[in-house]
């Protein structure tokens, strides 16, 4: 049975992200979302087993003891993974994204060559500060550690094999579209 593709997309903190891979999700219904496992706490809206699986510290090192991650990393004192067994499953109908962070995104290609990494950058680096303010829920160390954060994973940039801009939410969610279905086409 043919395998589907596996697509990673990262991006800085601020970037719209999140929004952009509803989008896609929603314009591409054979995708599947890869569900990370985390110890942080849910965000108001946020579902177990829909976002993320959210599990505490000892849930996660078990996993981590019982080989459960294809990769996973600390982020922002919060512990972020990869679960194999639901990944190869998704695999098994169809292409799968995963949004994880580029030390994730490194690993996870390492392990599987075949794996497109997708990066998003915003229109310039005011628009990505602006953005990271306008959230309103931080506090000004917190802003600096995500605007040093972001520097650091706009830098990354070059390892990725696709960057694609996000002006406008459509727009670049098109972009990821074109992407998948390219590789699909490659086959
Ligand atoms: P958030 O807490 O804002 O949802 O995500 C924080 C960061 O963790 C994001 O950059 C996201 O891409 C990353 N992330 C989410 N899931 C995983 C994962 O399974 N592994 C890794 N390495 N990073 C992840």
Same mark, same amino acid.
């Given at each position: !049975?043919?395998? $589907?593709?596996?697509?990673?997309?990262?991006?800085?903190?601020?970037? $719209?992200?999140?929004?952009?891979?509803?989008?896609?999700?929603?314009?591409?219904?054979?995708?599947?979302?890869?569900?990370?496992?985390?110890?942080?706490?849910?965000?108001?809206?946020?579902?177990?087993?829909? #976002? &993320? %699986?959210?599990?505490?510290?000892?849930?996660?090192?078990? !996993?981590? *003891?019982?080989?459960?991650?294809?990769? &996973?990393? #600390?982020?922002?004192? *919060? !512990? &972020?993974?990869?679960?194999? *067994?639901?990944?190869? #499953?998704?695999?098994? /109908?169809?292409?799968?994204?995963?949004?994880?962070?580029? %030390?994730? *995104?490194?690993?996870?290609?390492?392990?599987?060559?075949?794996?497109?990494? @997708?990066? @998003?950058?915003?229109?310039?680096?005011?628009?990505? #500060?602006?953005?990271? =303010? $306008?959230?309103? /829920?931080?506090?000004?160390?917190?802003?600096?550690?995500?605007?040093?954060?972001?520097? =650091?994973? !706009?830098?990354?940039?070059?390892? %990725?094999?696709?960057?694609?801009?996000?002006?406008?939410?459509?727009?670049?969610?098109?972009? @990821?579209?074109?992407?998948?279905?390219?590789?699909?086409?490659?086959?």
């Amino acid at each position: !049975m043919r395998k $589907g593709n596996l697509f990673i997309v990262s991006g800085a903190s601020g970037v $719209g992200k999140s929004t952009v891979l509803q989008k896609v999700m929603e314009s591409d219904k054979q995708l599947r979302f890869s569900v990370s496992a985390t110890t942080r706490p849910p965000r108001p809206g946020e579902t177990d087993g829909v #976002e &993320y %699986y959210f599990v505490n510290a000892e849930q996660f090192n078990e !996993m981590i *003891a019982k080989g459960e991650f294809l990769e &996973y990393n #600390e982020h922002n004192k *919060a !512990m &972020y993974g990869t679960p194999i *067994a639901q990944l190869e #499953e998704k695999l098994r /109908d169809g292409d799968v994204i995963l949004d994880i962070e580029p %030390y994730g *995104a490194f690993a996870v290609k390492e392990k599987r060559p075949d794996a497109t990494l @997708i990066f @998003i950058v915003p229109p310039s680096q005011e628009e990505l #500060e602006r953005r990271l =303010w $306008g959230r309103g /829920d931080t506090s000004l160390e917190q802003i600096t550690m995500r605007l040093e954060r972001a520097k =650091w994973e !706009m830098e990354q940039q070059d390892r %990725y094999d696709f960057v694609v801009v996000n002006d406008t939410v459509q727009e670049c969610a098109d972009r @990821i579209l074109h992407i998948i279905a390219a590789k699909a086409d490659m086959e």
